[in-house]
């Protein structure tokens, strides 16, 4: 038994310096039954490496130490990488929209730091943007918010990736001023 119990722990060390985690809401939920209310708990938590990738995740159970548990699983298995400019801003301003919810979100020069509201600020903090000016317009609902923001982050494009598709080189799509930094951003 003390044998499992090490592994355990082993595997906890390995995870904690990989990610970090921030909770975003948590809601008291009821399901009414024939005898009477089962309270639980809802989650909602963002995971990210703060090196570009991101993740959100829901769980739902009758404490609120389960609840955060499963939905921080779910966000560990739902993460997606996304290209940042010099690691700490967005390559180009984009939108992203889910159901009601829409979010624009705007490349900033250094020193801005993340403008943006509750739940979006949570995604940028944890994919390691540094500045962002983002505006969430439509749905407050923070599953939506965040929803719409990893829809936007989804649609990221870095230039690497753009003269890929073209089948160009990196210099033949930046303009000319942009063009030294981007050639040393793409050998490193």
Known sequence: ?????????????????EF??????INR?????????????????VVGDQKGRVGFGKGKAKEVPEAIRKATEQAKRQM??????EGRTLHHDIEGRHGAGKVVM???????????????????????VQDVVAKSIGSANPYNMIRATIDGLQKEASPRMVAQRRGKKVADILRKDEAP????????
Not at 20 to 25: I, S, T
Not at 110 to 118: D, F, Q, S, V
Request: hydrophobic share 45%.
């Open 1 to 17: 038994m003390a044998r499992d119990d090490n592994r355990r722990g082993g595997r906890d060390r390995d995870e904690a310096p």
């Open 20 to 25: 970090a985690d921030r909770l975003v809401a």
């Open 29 to 45: 939920v009821s399901k009414t039954t024939k005898g009477g209310k089962n309270f639980g708990f809802a989650a909602l938590v």
């Open 80 to 85: 997606i990488r996304v290209p940042l400019r």
């Open 106 to 128: 705007r490349t900033a020069p250094t020193g801005t730091g993340i403008i943006a509201g509750g739940p979006m600020r949570a995604v940028f903090e944890m994919l390691g």
């Open 181 to 188: 930094a981007a050639d040393a951003a793409a050998e490193a």
